[in-house]
């Protein structure tokens, strides 16, 4: 439970981008709370990712901003150069996920434990999961699978969430955690890119409408991922 409630809600979006600005600000309007996954290495780059048929800007949070911009959510770890995991040696898998840890903790002014795996598709595995686990501070680390629910999950190095924000059955997922009135422990656990919004795969106004549904409710905890899993 957290702090007497069995419902909790949190988010998670990963790279650092500009983005993320407008993002807290739809956070901080509504009492939401979000953990953000940066790459050490690509701070304060610029760049444009196509995506939906735009082209969208991909620029990354410069390191001097890093603590004002997210004061008051996670920073979390995403590797310093995004590399797909499971095709790395062991010793450059606790290079890249230990290093980009440590940088950010350094720039946080706190220590970085929750991380999210990069790539998509499969992009973790058991062994991955593992070397992190006793090789590096990282505690929790999320996966890109839906689980479309939202019950306790024994592995917090591999964590799945509920839902990605812009897949078409959040409003469905969302009615469905807002009904329940159980006695068990709920989580809703949703995950994204905020650039996507500037692809449109959902706009900014359709999802700040999701986050005032969410918002305000007395039985739900509304916290970070280490807030609501560690």
């Not at 439970?1 to 983005?19: H, L, Y």
């Not at 329940?180 to 422990?185: F, I, P, Q, R, T």
């Not at 692809?199 to 999802?207: D, G, N, R, S, V």
């Amino acid at each position: 439970m957290w702090n007497g409630k069995t419902k909790a809600v949190t988010f998670s979006f990963d790279d650092g981008v500009t983005q993320d600005i407008r993002l807290i600000e739809i956070f901080n309007k509504y009492g939401l709370k979000g953990t953000f996954n940066l790459n050490s290495e690509f701070l304060g780059l610029d760049g444009t990712l196509d995506r939906n048929g735009r082209t969208v800007r991909h620029d990354k949070i410069p390191a001097d901003k890093i603590r004002e911009i997210y004061a008051g959510h996670e920073v979390a770890a995403h590797t310093l150069t995004h590399p797909f995991l499971p095709s790395l040696s062991d010793d450059e898998i606790i290079r890249q996920v230990e290093l980009d840890r440590q940088n950010l903790s350094r720039l946080c002014g706190y220590e970085v434990v929750s991380m999210a795996y990069p790539c998509g598709g499969e992009n973790n595995n058991d062994h991955v999961s593992e070397i992190i686990r006793n090789h590096t501070g990282i505690k929790l680390a999320r996966t890109i699978t839906s689980t479309y629910d939202f019950g306790a999950q024994e592995n917090l190095l591999r964590f799945n969430p509920s839902v990605h924000y812009i897949d078409e059955r959040l409003d469905e997922i969302v009615d469905r955690f807002l009904a329940l009135d159980s006695d068990e422990v709920a989580l809703l656990y949703i995950w994204g890119h905020s650039y996507e919004m500037d692809a449109e795969y959902i706009t900014w106004e359709k999802f700040e409408e999701v986050c005032k549904r969410l918002s305000n409710h007395d039985d739900i905890f509304y916290g970070t991922n280490k807030e609501v899993l560690l």
